[in-house]
């Protein structure tokens, strides 16, 4: 295992091994004119000349390239890292050749009068051996990166889909349609109106659900159309045990949000804390700093079990949100608050 696999996005080894061989042996029929033909010894001593050279520059230029990497290692930053690159790549290889190459004529040759007969075709070799380097490298790593790229997009939409599905799953679960039944059953004697408004609540909030099953975004407006109809049975059901406050500014209305994700925090909330009168659940959907993100905060009182719970809720949303904007959800828990900041991503931005 390579330990700058990560950094340079393939494990190197056997380019190495088998590149700073080829890269040696070409330089001199490129670069110098040697030819076979003026002897074998003449060549061999060239090509050990050439290994010598091309290892340094290749492993100089590789920890340049890693260095690179590390330092301009955010998204946008290529320009920056490929520009840094080619600049030190040119004076280091430079420097190498210029400091090494009239030592090893000397000693080679013994005259110094030809310690600098071929300047021009050494630095032509030393720049290329190195440009060679950056090649090979850059075109696997972007290759690598491209590919990796495409697979993470395929895996988002289908977390995207699951995620949709499973919410719609939660929605006509046994759990879901018994307790809403059992609240309709239980408001029909003594309110009809209220249990007709509640029937088309349910109906509003279903036909939601698989209207925008194919929708990686959808305006705020929308999604608050249909959470409203959502905190109505959930009102319905616990009463004043549940407290809801939305503070959204009418200006932010047709920003855009992933669908069912103001839903689906409202529903962990519900999942994981006591709900009670001794326990009022309190939920609050804000707008953070600068209009940025819709923040939701409730209070923390967690269950001590909590039934056919798997987790991947908080995570579906952080990944469709990744995918859908590029940008992540923020999640804050402390000792008596758990906080969820969604980004709110603006439509005309983003056109």
């Not at 090494?100 to 021009?120: E, G, R, V, W």
């Amino acid at each position: 295992m390579n330990k700058h696999e990560e950094t340079l996005g393939f494990n190197d080894n056997w380019a190495r091994i088998f590149g700073v061989p080829i890269v040696a042996f070409a330089t001199p029929i490129i670069f110098l004119n040697e030819r076979f033909e003026e002897g074998l010894v003449m060549y061999a001593i060239s090509f050990v000349v050439s290994l010598f050279f091309t290892l340094i520059l290749w492993e100089g230029n590789r920890q340049l390239m890693i260095i690179g990497r590390l330092r301009f290692s955010k998204v946008g930053d290529e320009a920056k890292r490929l520009t840094w690159q080619l600049i030190n790549t040119v004076l280091f290889s430079s420097s190498i050749f210029l400091i090494l190459d009239p030592l090893i004529c000397y000693f080679l040759k013994n005259d110094p009068s030809q310690i600098y007969s071929n300047t021009i075709g050494g630095l032509s070799a030393s720049l290329f051996s190195s440009m060679l380097v950056i090649a090979i490298y850059e075109s696997i790593y972007f290759m690598k990166r491209y590919m990796r790229s495409v697979a993470e997009t395929e895996q988002l939409k289908r977390e995207m889909v699951q995620s949709q599905l499973e919410t719609l799953k939660n929605q006509v679960n046994p759990h879901f349609l018994f307790n809403s039944l059992n609240t309709l059953v239980s408001i029909i004697p003594d309110n009809k109106e209220v249990a007709v408004e509640f029937v088309r609540k349910m109906s509003k909030v279903y036909r939601y659900i698989l209207e925008i099953k194919d929708r990686e975004l959808i305006t705020l407006s929308e999604e608050l159309d249909f959470l409203n109809s959502y905190i109505f049975l959930q009102k319905i059901r616990f009463g004043d045990n549940l407290i809801i406050k939305l503070s959204l500014p009418e200006h932010l209305m047709e920003h855009q949000v992933v669908p069912l994700s103001l839903q689906m925090l409202l529903e962990n909330a519900m999942k994981h804390n006591i709900v009670s009168t001794e326990k009022p659940l309190q939920i609050e959907i804000s707008v953070g700093k600068d209009d940025q993100t819709i923040v939701v905060r409730n209070n923390l009182q967690l269950k001590h079990q909590v039934m056919d719970s798997t987790g991947t809720g908080l995570k579906n949303i952080s990944h469709r949100y990744l995918f859908a904007s590029g940008r992540e959800v923020e999640t804050i828990v402390s000792t008596n608050a758990f906080i969820v900041a969604l980004p709110l991503i603006n439509k005309a931005a983003t056109a």
